[in-house]
Each structure stands twice: as structure tokens, then as C-alpha cells.
């Protein structure tokens, strides 16, 4: 996908935030744009590249005194990957994220799962491996993300790709697709066996509880509460080392990468992404856990 981007502008002065009016910038005609490619609440990109320009002379309409700082920004829609175990706290920030941002939320196992119920060739295939737990051949799933990728509506709006890459062969294969940004919550291995192991499902309304950090509010939800077969301790350890930064195949994408500590409360992540300043902030105060912000 090309790369394009426009130059924003904004005078500095002692209220930065109001706009600047003066008489000698509008006489100038300056041959950039005052409109911002993105929204104010898509103002995700942290890096910007800023380019200043002085004139130290007298102001003249050639000649402006004032300082000028242009902000590079993408004006292509966001392209956003996200990746974590199960019980990382995925789908929560996945909702967050995709509705702050209206993004098109695309999740690999999703496509699968639809594939299956469509009964086609490459879903009963998929079914297979499904079934164990296994990782799906990529010649069904790359098609699968490629295609949905492509969409009118991906490509307009932006997307949220979600538990693709899972490998360094699924990263590279879909190269033509990079995304602004990699989102990897990571959570400590024991955290998540806690968390998955704990996990309960009332079959009745479809809620999830957690026996410790979320019980059941009467005795009679929890004596009808279930447990899915999967949620063992085992099961938890071989998905959060699948899930590892070394296996998902993030090295290989020239990306910002945001490493997140998956423990945050729901709404911090989505704060996060909006100022690299308060990365460091809640990380610090929340989670003495190394992360990092790469450009
Ligand atoms: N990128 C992928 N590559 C191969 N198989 C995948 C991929 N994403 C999902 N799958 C398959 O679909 C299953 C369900 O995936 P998903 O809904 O993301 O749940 P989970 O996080 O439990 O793996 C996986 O166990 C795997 O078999």
C-alpha cells in the first residue's frame, strides 16, 4: 500500500491551541493544508514527524516571523494488529479498540468459524485442526485474512486484525499489509492459568464468571455455572507460549510495536494508544514490567 502523507500545520504560540489568525498568514497562500488527516480522536500516531521552520527576518508576506510546526501524518485509514492468549484481555480492548477507532474487526478464528458454518471445502478442512487445538495450514487461512482484507469496507475504514499473524511464515506472507501499529498484550504465564482456570460459564444467561475476581452473585447461578473443557492449567501454558513474542511473527513487520501489560484495567489500553507519555506513566504505577515502544 502506498505510503502518503500531508503536512498539518499550526502556529506555536503561548495558547497552542487556539488557531492563529493572523492577517500576514492568510495573505500568504503557504502551499500546505491546515486540515488534519485524521480526526482529533484518531490522533493515534505518537511519532509524528515534526518539521519546524523559522523566518528570522522581518515578517513580510514572504516571509513569516512566526514559528511553524508541520506534523507528518498518515492519511491512509488505520491498519491495526492485535495479538494475546486467551484470557489476556483480548476481546475486551478488541471491542474498545474497533469502536473507538470504527474499525473493521477482523478475527482470524472468526473467519474460520464462518467458513465452517458455510460448510465449505476449506472449512471442514479447518475443522480438523480446530478440533485439536492446532493451528490451521496457512494455505487456508492466508487466503482467507488476504480476501477479507481487501474488502471495500476494510480499506476505507481502517481494521483491527486480530490472531493473524499466529507465525513468522503467516507474518511474511501478508508483508503487503502492514499495519501502523502491533498491539501485543502480554500477561504473565501464571496470571493467565489463574485466570483461565478460574473461568465459569452460566449457561443460562451466557455470562462469564471468574470463582475469584468475578463470582457469581446468588448460590443458585453458581451451582448451575460450567467450566469449558479446555480451560485447564495445561492448555493455558501452551497458549501463552504460542502466544509469545517469539513465535507470532512480529519481528518480521517493520511496525510501531506496543508491548502492553495485559493486566491493565479494560480502558487503559485504549488511553494508552493515545499518548506515548502515558505509557509510561501506567505501566510504571500498575506493573513493574518491562514494555516497549519502538517506532
Ligand atoms: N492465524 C491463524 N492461523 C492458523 N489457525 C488459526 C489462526 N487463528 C485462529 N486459528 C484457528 O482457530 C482456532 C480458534 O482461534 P481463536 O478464535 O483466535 O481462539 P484462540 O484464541 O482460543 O486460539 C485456533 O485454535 C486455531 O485452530
Avoid at 209 to 225: G, V
Wanted: hydrophobic fraction near 35%; proline fraction near 7%.
Amino acid at each position: 500500500m502506498a505510503s502518503c502523507c500531508s503536512l498539518s500545520f499550526s502556529t506555536v504560540s503561548s495558547k497552542p491551541n487556539k488557531p492563529y489568525s493572523s492577517p500576514i498568514s492568510s495573505s500568504l497562500q503557504l502551499p500546505f493544508t491546515s486540515q488534519l488527516p485524521f480526526s482529533k480522536k484518531n490522533s493515534l500516531y505518537s511519532n509524528h514527524t515534526l518539521l519546524q521552520t523559522q523566518c528570522r527576518k522581518t515578517p513580510s508576506p514572504d516571509c513569516p516571523s512566526f514559528l511553524v510546526v508541520g506534523s507528518a501524518k498518515k492519511q491512509e485509514p488505520l491498519r491495526v494488529m492485535i495479538s494475546g492468549a486467551p484470557a489476556s484481555g483480548k476481546g475486551t480492548q478488541c471491542e474498545l479498540i474497533t469502536k473507538k477507532y470504527d474499525l473493521v474487526h477482523i478475527a482470524a478464528g472468526d473467519l474460520l468459524r464462518a467458513e465452517i458454518a458455510a460448510g465449505t471445502e476449506n472449512g471442514r478442512r479447518a475443522k480438523e485442526y480446530m478440533d485439536k487445538g492446532q493451528l490451521v495450514p496457512n494455505e487456508i487461512v492466508v487466503t482467507m485474512v488476504k480476501e477479507r482484507l481487501m474488502r471495500p469496507d476494510s480499506q476505507e475504514k481502517g481494521w483491527l486484525l486480530d490472531g493473524y499473524p499466529r507465525s513468522l511464515s503467516q507474518a511474511v506472507a501478508l508483508k503487503e499489509f502492514q499495519p501502523d501499529l502491533f498491539i501485543l498484550l502480554e500477561v504473565p504465564e501464571e496470571i493467565l492459568v489463574e485466570r483461565v482456570v478460574g473461568r465459569r460459564l452460566d449457561p443460562v444467561t451466557g455470562r462469564i464468571y471468574h470463582l475469584k475476581y468475578s463470582p457469581p452473585e446468588t448460590n443458585e447461578i453458581a451451582a448451575r455455572l460450567t467450566q469449558r473443557f479446555d480451560d485447564t492449567e495445561e492448555k493455558a501454558r501452551e497458549a501463552a507460549s504460542a502466544h509469545s513474542p517469539s513465535k507470532c511473527g512480529i519481528s518480521s513487520l517493520n511496525v510501531q510495536r506496543y508491548y502492553i501489560p495485559g493486566i491493565l484495567f479494560a480502558t487503559d489500553v485504549v488511553q494508552l494508544l493515545h499518548s506515548g507519555m502515558q505509557i509510561e506513566t501506567i505501566t510504571t504505577k500498575t506493573w513493574n514490567h518491562s514494555y516497549m515502544l519502538d517506532s
